[in-house]
């Protein structure tokens, strides 16, 4: 009998960047059909664009539609609610962007990224009640979207297809979130501390934390945001994504589902690692 495994997705952080045309993408190929492109090579994708302001429902639609059955979308939590409220007061930021579409990607919605910015510090108090206020499920989260403002008359989806588990993972920037006492409040509110990458520039925290998934985001080994990753440095993230996946990997010896996405996107390697990882794994479930 085969040992249990975990499910494993790759990926990019966005995908529509003008130096990938000509070289990822073929040239001719339309815009509007770059998102299938990267469907058909790959497994996930990070949605980034909501990071930077809410999107309407009809794009998540749009995306959900253009990707095959069995992929996942990541999707990135707005910095309104990160670097601005620097997550106080954050429950009617929350619910307008729950309302503005995450929820119709159905079976294609993945977690939830919420990454910090660098000078936000560990802060227990403050960071034990957002990850409260985070909905577990996507009838929590439906019910939070419906505490919308008036801003978002007219531009809501505030309906699911069925009920399914939430998760969210969290990137801090700080060394002050070496606290021992952070990892063990993401495991008590089962939230997944992500892996990231960032060649030095940010501490690097790789700690298993949620019960269920690890997310991993490689933004460059050398050069942030720029460089490409070596067969030498893909193979070792392949063994490492394949040991979380079977549980070698994890303290408690359980398997975990993991989310991998290549954000080095400068001067556009990261759709070509992303490729060349996913082959690597093509023997983990999901990849």
């Keep these: 009998m085969t040992p249990p495994r975990g499910r494993v997705w790759v990926g990019v952080s966005g995908w529509r960047y ?7 993408y073929p040239r001719g190929l339309v815009q509007r059909r770059e998102l299938e492109y990267v469907g058909e090579r790959m497994s996930s994708a990070e949605i980034n664009g909501s ?8 794009s998540y639609v749009r995306w ?8 996942v979308f990541a999707v990135k939590g707005p910095r309104y609610v ?5 997550l106080r007061s954050a429950g009617t930021a929350l619910s307008n962007f729950f ?3 995450p929820l119709t990607l159905h079976d294609k919605l993945g977690p939830i990224l919420w990454q910090l910015p660098a000078r936000q510090p560990f802060e227990p108090e403050v960071l034990d009640a ?4 985070l909905p577990r499920t996507t009838a929590e989260a439906l019910d939070i979207a419906r505490g919308h403002d008036r801003r978002m008359e007219g531009r809501t989806a505030l309906a699911i297809d069925e009920d399914r588990p939430l998760r969210h993972s969290i990137e801090p920037r700080s060394a002050t979130f070496a606290d021992p006492a952070f990892a063990e409040m993401l495991r008590e509110r089962d939230v997944s501390l992500t892996v990231a990458d960032t060649a030095g520039t940010f501490p690097m925290f790789d700690e298993v934390t949620a019960s269920d998934h690890v997310y991993v985001r490689l933004h460059g080994s050398q050069e942030l945001y720029q460089s490409g990753y070596t067969d030498e ?19 408690d010896g359980r398997p975990r589902d993991v989310y991998v996405y290549f954000d080095n996107d400068g001067r556009g390697r990261a759709p070509h690692d992303a490729v060349a990882l996913e082959a690597r794994l093509a023997d983990a479930p999901g990849s």
């Design 18 to 24: 003008p130096a990938w045309r000509g070289d990822f």
């Design 130 to 133: 957002f990850l409260k206020s």
């Design 51 to 58: 990071f930077y302001s809410l999107q309407r429902p009809s």
């Design 82 to 86: 990160t670097h601005m409220l620097r």
């Design 64 to 71: 959900r539609d253009s990707v095959p059955s069995g992929f």
């Design 99 to 101: 309302a503005s579409g």
């Design 233 to 251: 440095e893909l193979d070792e993230w392949a063994t490492r994504i394949r040991a979380w996946a079977d549980g070698s990997g994890c303290p």
